[in-house]
DNA sequence: CGCCCTATTGAATATAATCAACCGCCGTGG
DNA sequence: CCACGGCGGTTGATTATATTCAATAGGGCG
């Protein structure tokens, strides 16, 4: 993680292109209630490219990832850079910029991407159906739960159990959107997984060397093949590091 | 950690009392726009009671704690019980719970505490400002901000820099109640710093004992005097672990 | 007054970081 | 076409932060 991460253009590369009124994926937009036509013509974002940087003025849009997948890099304190998610094919971006008048961090394609705008702000959504604005909603709360999942396993667990994790929700999530649940291709470099990990590049590549001879997944470059999801998931529910439980406290 | 944080009744201590209507803090509520009649009557929790629990059905409403604060608990993967988060006075709970069936976590009062209900379902929402709603959008978007900051720390500093953000956040947090940002009083345990910091207890004694070594800070029990808040800002913002930066990569 | 729970302290251990070297791939350019 | 250079990835040896286990101390409450 000393070294850096696929090298950026700092250049938006927007192409308008087919409209999102014929888009397939459209039913999954803000959940089937959301049939309307709320979002805009899809744009094109190439490998490396950014949809939006850390302090860009704020468009008063959420996006919807249509193809492809995004890694999320925010600061941290001191200023270092840090990927802080992934939006793989149906899921949205700019979820925390609701408000603000800045990103508060960026989106890099991590392949070529297409993405639809889908305005927030009060004019937008005039005459629109209130459904959408509920969807919204639930789409923010849920966006809470995965960070509160993220921030829940870089509390309590260690780093083989954290890539566990990481590869079943990659996992499933490639098998919401039909393609293979045990074999599919990591977007992302070692080093950005190492960064979302809140580990080091080093310690990712002992951890593939480990579960490979445990036979848990084959990794070839980007390619992985879950051998054994049940051993993975049996991985990450195992014992945990700081400390034990809470007592009864719930 | 081994050990458990303050016991818990399990018993809803819920009493009706005065309505929001009269509540001081009303304007705070959904920030200075929602000046509608939107919360129900006070709700009291003792000590220790839980506001709800982890897997209780959700009642649809989101809470604004008018006095005092609670922890939030949630389970690891494995069953253990983590805190997740505090909720200090003008804030809200149960952001993360919408759409959902069950409670994904727990609220537990730390000391005795008010909170209104805020119901977000779509009959209760009828006749009431389209502004409420924007709010909600407003609130959740920096509840996702937070959770991200949270994980943010875990993943890239020491326990040293996670007690430092703490207490200076909860200083902020104080500063902004317009209560003294220096001196204020801990509401919860060690045990539940370190489980939300996702360190030992040990840990955490530990470390006290070193800031106060070094003038940072004063502690009686649970009386906290902050000597030199620049110092612990520039103690978040010093050098980080896990590896250096993710190059430009924003 | 004494018990229990929370907090603290100590010594040994472990997971992951750090530093450093090396390898293999890929695109570039001679 | 092949050599070069850069980057991403891997491996090794050492070190450090924080865990674990264990024992003790201090406060609050009955």
């Given at each position: ?49 950014s949809l939006f ?94 960070e509160q999942h ?101």
């Amino acid at each position: 993680m000393n070294d850096s991460p696929s090298p950026v253009r700092n250049v938006r590369q927007h192409t308008e292109q087919s409209n999102c009124e014929l888009c397939v994926h459209r039913p999954l937009c803000l959940g089937a209630a959301a049939t309307e036509r709320i979002a805009g013509p899809r744009i094109r974002i190439e490998r490396n490219a950014s949809l939006f940087q850390l302090g860009d003025p704020v468009d008063h849009c959420i996006y919807s990832v249509r193809s492809g997948s995004f890694k999320i890099v925010s600061a941290a304190p001191h200023g270092v850079l840090q990927v802080t998610g992934f939006a793989l094919a149906p899921e949205f971006l700019a979820l925390n910029a609701l408000g603000l008048e800045r990103q508060p961090c960026s989106a890099v394609a991590l392949e070529d991407s297409e993405v639809c705008r889908i305005s927030w702000d009060r004019q937008a959504f005039k005459g629109r159906r209130q459904l959408l604005r509920s969807g919204l909603h639930l789409l923010l709360s849920k966006e809470i739960r995965r960070e509160q999942h993220t921030a829940l396993m870089l509390r309590n667990t260690h780093a083989e159990q954290r890539l566990a994790d990481l590869l079943l929700s990659l996992s499933q999530r490639h098998a919401a959107n039909g393609y293979s649940a045990t074999r599919f291709r990591l977007p992302m470099s070692r080093c950005d997984l190492a960064s979302f990990l809140g580990v080091t590049a080093e310690c990712i590549s002992r951890l593939i060397v480990k579960f490979k001879r445990r036979q848990l997944f084959d990794l070839d470059r980007r390619d992985v093949t879950l051998l054994d999801p049940t051993a993975l998931q049996q991985l990450v529910a195992g014992q945990t590091p700081p400390g034990g439980a809470l007592a009864q406290a719930a």
